[in-house]
């Protein structure tokens, strides 16, 4: 299982699909591994795949301090150059969403497109993201996870049985590194560097995003030139894994349509 050693520890990763496919790098979104991608990516075969978890997520390891947005895009970097990727194609959902855009206006010469999912510029408050820290440390991750889920997903999809893993997944997740995302989401703020992204932009929004409501979608497509946005109907704030086929179709014509 290969690893990459950051400042902050070991970073989990996995590459699927042909070498010499489209690299695209998917960035998950608070509370979720790479494996939330595993159904788009399904539907995705002739890309380069490349997936990593967040510090604190997943198989990966949980810094003893603090980290911020800049530091998560540049463990996105870091791990290009590992894979001698000079160029790719960025899909991110939620906080992967605000890495994405802050590759896009930091390191232009290494993205070739977006596909920010159910992202805005600015997520939430201060005051929200402290609430939220609290409910960690009050309920543990078991304990929240209900919340969370009711935000992530609408109710005909919690109603099945597809929901119950990520439901595991988050309960099973690392507080620590839940609770220092929210620290990284309560201080980032890209309003002055995401009209500034100058390539190709594809937003989804989902019609039932409590977490990212469709309005910060539009938003946040209207101070980026050129964004298109395309809303899911029916969808949560994880189109991914509520509707992978159209979640796919989306970041696969898009791919396409840079070639």
Known sequence: ????MRPW?????????????????????????????????????GVRAVGLDKPGHGLSATPSGDWSLADLAADAVALMDHLGIGRAVVAGCSIGGMIGQMLGARHPDRVRGLVLSNT???????ESWAARIEGVRILGMAGLAPQ????????PFRATDEVLPW????????????IGTCRVLAAADLTAESPRIACPVQ?????????????????????????RVEV????????????????AALIGGFVEGLA
């Not at 496919?21 to 591994?33: A, E, K, M, Q």
């Not at 805005?120 to 201060?126: D, H, I, N, Q």
């Open 120 to 126: 805005a510029m600015k997520v939430g408050t201060a």
């Open 167 to 178: 439901v595991t997944m988050l309960a099973r997740g690392d507080a620590q590194g839940y």
């Open 9 to 45: 520890g070991h970073m989990n990763f996995r590459v699927r699909g042909p070498q010499d496919g489209v690299p695209v790098v998917f960035l998950n979104s608070l509370g979720t591994d790479l494996r939330m991608w595993d159904a788009v990516v399904d539907r995705l075969p």
């Open 232 to 247: 899911i109907e029916g969808s949560g704030h994880i189109p991914a894994i509520d509707n992978p086929d159209r979640t």
């Open 1 to 4: 299982m290969p690893v990459l």
């Open 148 to 155: 969370v889920i009711e935000r992530w997903f609408a109710a």
């Open 203 to 227: 937003l989804i929004g989902g019609s039932a995003d409590l977490s990212t409501p469709v309005d910060l979608v539009r938003a946040t497509a209207a101070a980026i030139p050129g964004a």
